[in-house]
T-cell receptor, first 111, second 116 residues
Framework: SQQGEEDPQALSIQEGENATMNCSYKTSINNLQWYRQNSGRGLVHLILIRSNEREKHSGRLRVTLDTSKKSSSLLITASRAADTASYFCATGQPGTYKYIFGTGTRLKVLA | GAVVSQHPSWVICKSGTSVKIECRSLDFQATTMFWYRQFPKQSLMLMATSNEGSKATYEQGVEKDKFLINHASLTLSTLTVTSAHPEDSSFYIC????????????FGSGTQLSVL
């Protein structure tokens, strides 16, 4: 399977703590994106990082990309209860709009 | 921002019937749309790529005759689950890229299909 893997599968933290999720993939990519999904709903785009970038920030989100290791991480700082959701990485396949999704991390932030 | 509308949000049907799910790009044209399937607490599995004006491209293991895809216009793709069976029960999500805008994918809100 080409599907990327994320770890941890599930993460439970206290409000105010930082949450780190990791994504590993198998093929070459043109970009990597992180998405959030609340239970039973569609996905919301969080951040995109291109293959020639190493780090990107957006508000409380920080994403890193290491193409040599074929891995990415998503850091959510100062987490809030409203951050409770599933988070997926998606790798863009070169030459297409096609994306392969990772296995996801279910984050639970306790108030 | 760009909006993708998916309808219906949920559907319950009897085994053997066909169900059609619509995916519309409301404020942009989408020559390509993607259909995904998601089981509870699992990731999205790409089923097929819908191409406006041409045949869909199916991923390995996805039955073309089972999951019919039509992309008749630049704003509408439909997925028809034919002769549905209980094992087809799942969450189906469509997405469309907004060309030229960082290649983000915009997702519909998904359709929960339950086959009795």
């Amino acid at each position: 399977s080409q599907q990327g893997e994320e770890d941890p599968q599930a993460l439970s933290i206290q409000e105010g703590e930082n949450a780190t999720m990791n994504c590993s993939y198998k093929t070459s990519i043109n970009n990597l994106q992180w998405y959030r999904q609340n239970s039973g709903r569609g996905l919301v785009h969080l951040i995109l990082i291109r293959s020639n970038e190493r780090e990107k920030h957006s508000g409380r989100l920080r994403v890193t990309l290491d193409t040599s290791k074929k891995s990415s991480s998503l850091l959510i700082t100062a987490s809030r209860a409203a951050d409770t959701a599933s988070y997926f990485c998606a790798t863009g396949q070169p030459g297409t709009y096609k994306y392969i999704f990772g296995t996801g991390t279910r984050l639970k932030v306790l108030a | 921002g760009a909006v993708v509308s998916q309808h219906p949000s949920w559907v319950i049907c009897k085994s053997g019937t066909s169900v059609k799910i619509e995916c519309r790009s409301l404020d942009f044209q989408a020559t390509t749309m993607f259909w995904y399937r998601q089981f509870p607490k699992q990731s999205l599995m790409l089923m097929a790529t819908s191409n406006e004006g041409s045949k869909a491209t199916y991923e390995q293991g996805v039955e073309k005759d089972k999951f019919l895809i039509n992309h008749a216009s630049l704003t509408l793709s439909t997925l028809t689950v034919t002769s549905a069976h209980p094992e087809d029960s799942s969450f189906y999500i469509c997405s469309a890229p907004l060309a030229g805008w960082d290649e983000k994918l915009f997702f519909g809100s998904g359709t929960q299909l339950s086959v009795l």
